[in-house]
């Protein structure tokens, strides 16, 4: 058996390099950017007005705090989408409204607020400075500026931001395709009402679908296997064709006569990268390879299933996205000693407890069977304890949060 980090490290070096993908925008939403991004246009693209009012040359309007107003001729409109096309001659003002592009010759806003229409003219009586109330061509960044950095999540205000500069098409990581392969004669789906004493509804296929939507990627399918090992081979076969990164399977990785996942997975051409760690929960879990498809065989204990996904899976797919996965630690106080006197890494799954001016503080959730989801439902997170390692009462550990 092999430890934990050798595991992960193997893991790492056979990861397939991230697929990249060119997306319309809208399809790019929540993926990672695979480059940085440059602006083929300034902005603002165009010189405009920020207020409804009126254009005109600064010039124009001599000392205005001693004279108090100035009359000039109305001699055109600037509206959004429909600009003034002569340009300001002396004398002049152009009614404009917000986000109209300012004619040429005028150089300062002044607010309808701060005006008086008099028949076809118009009274200025304030205006603080020359350019008021301007927006300049490129004030926010100028053509050709790097505008989002590759790795960066695609999410509403990204996407506001290309459209605004036209680019309607960008490269970012492929969404991983991950196909689930959930083995067990004794299943049953989780919506079937009345089942057999001797079944067992189907929890691990539910769990994995939202865990690998949850980590970004796509389910390609999800196909059901007897334990059986023809049947096993020839869905996986099926698996393999429809192009997915990871074939992710439940169950059947253990040294029972009927855990068919390892020999089917090695029957149609997957070659072992590693198989049993040193860790409990996720003792069995096996690691191998096609070509560029990875294969998961996570154990069928509902717990295992979900830790070996959070420590193997999750960063895997993570790294097909271009990123590596960062867990969230807290650190917090044991409320009792925690021991581990077993021969593997324990993963315990605790609660943590935040009170008022104290450190937040951790205890281990009574039951930690495999098979008890409750022990990862109530829990925030886990704390990894080596064999032969005790924490005693007070001492802090870092606790990885779910
Ligand atoms: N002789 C040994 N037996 C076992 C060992 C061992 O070292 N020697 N390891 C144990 C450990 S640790 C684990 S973990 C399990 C893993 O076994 P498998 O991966 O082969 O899983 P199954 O036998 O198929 O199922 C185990 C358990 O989980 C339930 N299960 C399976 N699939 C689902 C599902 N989709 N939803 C809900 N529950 C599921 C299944 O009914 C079993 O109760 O092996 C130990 N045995
Ligand atoms: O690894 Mo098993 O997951 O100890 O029950």
């Known amino acids: 058996m092999i430890s934990v980090n050798e595991a992960l490290h193997i893991l790492k070096e056979n990861l397939p390099h991230p697929r990249i993908v060119q997306l319309p925008l809208q ?10 991004l440059l602006s083929p246009e300034p902005s603002p693209r165009y010189t405009s007005s920020a207020m409804d009012g009126f254009a005109v040359r600064w010039a124009d309007l001599g000392n205005l705090e001693e004279t108090g107003q100035v009359l000039l001729k ?10 003034y096309c002569k340009t300001v001659a002396e004398g002049e003002a152009i009614r404009i409204s917000t986000g109209a592009m300012l004619p040429d010759g005028a150089d300062t806003v002044v607010r309808v607020e701060d005006t008086e229409e008099v028949q076809d003219s118009v009274l200025i009586l304030r205006c603080k400075k020359r350019g008021q ?27 506001a931001l290309l459209s605004a500069v036209g680019l309607s098409s960008i490269p970012v990581y492929a969404q991983p395709r991950v196909s689930l392969f959930i083995t067990g004669t004794e299943l049953a789906h989780h919506g079937d009402g009345k089942i057999k004493p001797y079944q067992v509804r189907d929890s691990n296929a539910p769990m994995l679908q939202s865990a690998i939507l949850e980590a970004g990627a796509e389910v390609v399918e999800c196909l059901h296997v007897r334990d059986d090992l023809d049947s096993t ?10 192009g997915s990164d990871i074939i992710l399977c439940s169950g059947g990785v253990s040294v029972g006569r009927h855990d068919h996942v390892k020999a089917a997975a090695e ?16 003792k069995p879990l096996y690691v191998a390879k096609r070509d560029r498809t990875l294969l998961f065989g996570l154990p069928g204990n509902p717990v295992s299933a979900f830790m070996c996904f959070q420590n193997f899976v999750m960063p895997s797919l993570a790294a ?27 993963f315990i799954r605790v609660d943590i407890t935040n009170e008022p001016n104290a450190a937040p503080s951790f205890r281990p959730i009574d039951r930690q069977g495999s098979h008890m989801l409750t022990s990862i439902v109530e829990a925030d997170g886990y704390i990894a304890i080596e064999p032969g390692c005790c924490l005693q009462a007070g001492e802090l550990a870092d606790v990885f949060v779910f």
Do not use: C
């Open 133 to 159: 109330d301007v927006r300049y061509m490129g004030e926010e960044f100028p053509a050709g500026a790097r505008i989002l950095h590759k790795g960066q999540v695609i999410k509403a205000r990204q996407i």
């Open 267 to 282: 029957q149609v051409g997957f070659k072992e990268l590693f198989w049993k760690i040193r860790q409990k929960p996720g």
């Open 320 to 346: 097909l996205q271009g990123v590596e996965l960062l867990k969230t630690v807290t650190s917090a106080v044991a409320e009792v000693p925690v021991a581990n006197t077993g021969k593997r890494t324990d």
């Open 74 to 83: 109305i001699a055109g409109e600037s509206q959004a989408g429909l600009p």
């Open 27 to 36: 399809d790019a939403f929540s993926r990672r950017l695979a480059d940085d």
């Open 233 to 242: 081979i020839a869905q996986m076969t099926e698996a393999l064709s429809n």
